[in-house]
């Protein structure tokens, strides 16, 4: 999902004249290593992929609450609390608008038929539309996007700019501060 997002991050940071001089030191890797697995259950076995997604959330809201120190992880933090009410409350699937994703160039039989492993169709019984998949995202990946999505893009950007060494801090902005902070 967040590939071309990525991509752009990292272009941005080199054009800034960023350079990746060391990996930031996370804490608890390995609940990502799980969320990982979670997913790839999920894909596997997508009659019960709701299931194996709402776990998943649970450890990578762990992995961002432990890492909130990081400005870019508390963005994040936002994007996936606002995803995983969606989620949860719309039994561990998001829900997406059948509207907007007939724009895309994906086949959308599995998410009608129920069998997509992450994603069924918003009506009008779904709990909390507005934080559900809804936002048409026409770029190099086309896709339908939430508002949760749209802190994780934000948070993504963000790290991208502090693993090369070019952070920028969006409470120093607000202060008027310089963009940039000091390692």
Known sequence: MLLDVIAL?????LLRGGRIKELPKFNQMKLLIV????????????TIGGI??????VFILAFLVFNREFEDMRIFLIGWFLNAIAIWSNNGKMPIDLVQAAKLPYDLE???????FKHSVLT????????????????FIPRIISIGDIFIMLGAFLLVQRLMNKPISLLQLREGKSYATKN
């Open 9 to 13: 991050s990292f272009l941005v940071a």
């Open 35 to 46: 969320t990982i697995l979670l997913q790839a259950c999920a894909a596997f076995f997508p």
């Open 52 to 57: 194996f997604i709402s776990i998943a959330y």
């Open 110 to 116: 599995p998410v009608i038929n129920g069998t997509n």
């Open 124 to 139: 009008e019984s779904s709990n909390f539309p507005f934080l559900t998949d809804v936002i048409y995202m026409p770029s």
